[in-house]
Every structure is written in structure tokens, then in C-alpha cells.
């Protein structure tokens, strides 16, 4: 595997291209050497300016042409949409060519993205689409907690009716497989009820009874070392607390607040189950602040620290 790891540089108009560059400048000069970011020059001089870093670009940017760079910061536009997804489909191209060993992709705006022309519900789902793969989960990491998704970016209702026995089994798995790779032998995993106290035997629906729980019975037959359904309320306590090295939550908000409120500007984001790996920063395009240089790039530092350790087959702890 390559140990070259490619940011992508996201939203043009976003803060994107600062943190880009603003972990570029911190790298050590063998680092920036295993490093690409795929996205458009003229744009990075202009947050290099923004930030007023010392770095060098020339060698570190896949260059791809955007009309009109650089474009006004903060404005939401489908001319900096199509960009974000150039950007991410010349990184796939070259991981799927092993050119590059992970891509780590800054923030992309949902809205600029479908006025583009390109209707994804986010990363996620447009890498799905780019390698042809069948599935793909998020995994929020964290020093103390991690956490993957039975479903994202959907409606509540429609995450309710996607927490079906067979998904369900298939987000243990496949998380229970990645916490194996980054060097847990055999993970402690949590699974979060989707009612209130996993519907009180009823009382408060019985999905928990009929859908998750022969999902947790399948995957201990397995020898997956697997608890629940685990009221919500209770279980990332629990496990923020060190009794689970993961929770699978049955939906975005579900597991997007713990991870949110214990670690807010470390978490990462991780791809699961693509034929390529991606890390990710976890936060948004913050257009109100972009080209102003303030922007904390602490979670892209964070992103690109679990890639390398991905690339370099070490274990992660965050």
C-alpha cells in the first residue's frame, strides 16, 4: 500500500482549503513528501495568503481547474460544488490505482454539491457510488469513544425503518472487522436500542425486540463479542467509560451527540467497508468564517494522524 495519503480540499468557497494548507505547513518535510491535496492551486495560494503560511505548494497539489479561482469565500455556488466533487473523484481514481493509501477528504456543502448536478446525501454515499460498493458505514472515532452508524443521513422515519435485523447484524460486522484491523483483538461492542429503554418490552414499540435483538443473537453466534439492545441513555456513558470499545447506534443524531459533545474538535470520521480507505475532519464548510485565517484545523490534524496510521498498518487509538 502506498503510504501517500491525498486531501481532498473540499468546498472551494469553505474552509477547506485553509486547513488544508494550514496542516501542510505543520508537517515535518518527510510528511509533506507523503502528502497530496487534490484540489485547485489558485485557490490554496489564496488560503496560504488567508492564513499567512510559509509553505511551499509546488509538488503537493493535484491541480484541477475551477472557472473562475480563486471564488469568493463564504458563497454558497454549483461551480465550487462540481469542484468539491472533481476533487474527490481524481483521490478515488488514484486510491483505487494504489497511487495514493487514503484519502482524507475536507468539507463539502450538501447543497452546492446537488446544485452541481450531483445528488449524494454526502460523502459516504457519493464514495459508495464512486468504487461501486454495495455498502459503506460511518465510524466516528474518538480517544474514548467510537461509534458506527446503521444509518446517516436519512429521515428519522426512514432510519427507523432501515434498522431492520439484517442491517443491523451487517453495521456489527463490519465494525467489529475494522476495530480488528486497527489492532483490537477482539472489540467490545454495544449495541444502542432505538426506543426509549429499548421499548420497555413493548411498551414503547417493539423494534428492539423483533429487529435488533435477533441481530445481537446472530452476531454472539458468530463469536462477536456483542451486548444489547442497550438503552441509549446509558450505553455511551458506559462506553466513554471504558466497558465498550464501540457502540453501533441506530441512527445519525443518535450517535452524532456524544461524539459532538466528548469531542467535538477530535473526532474522525471513517469510511468502513469501501474498497478504499477515507478518513474525514467532522465538521462543516463554516462559509461564515472562510478566508479569514481562523479556522482550526486541529480535527484535519486528527484525520490525517488516523490515515497514516491506516496506510502504515499501526493501531489507532483516536
Known sequence: MSEIIGITMGDPAGVGPEISVKALAEMSPEDRTRTRIYGNRATLEAAKAAIGADVDLEGAVVDLPVEGAPLPWGKLSPVAGDAAFRFIEAAVRDAEAGRIGCIVTAPINKEALNLAGHHYDGHTGMLRSLTGSQAAYMLLASERLKVIHVSTHVSLQDAIRRATTERVLAT????????????YASPRIAVAGINPHCGENGLFGTEDDDQIAPAVAQARAEGIDVQGPISADTVFHRAYSGAFDLVVAQYHDQGHIPIKLVAFDTAVNVSVELPID???????????????????????????AYARKLVAGKKVNA
Open 172 to 183: 456489527i460486522r463490519a465494525g467489529h472487522a475494522h476495530l480488528q484491523r486497527i489492532g
Open 278 to 304: 477515507r478518513t474525514s475532519v467532522d465538521h462543516g464548510t463554516a462559509f461564515d468564517i472562510a478566508g479569514k485565517g481562523i479556522a482550526d484545523h486541529g480535527n484535519m490534524n486528527s484525520a490525517i
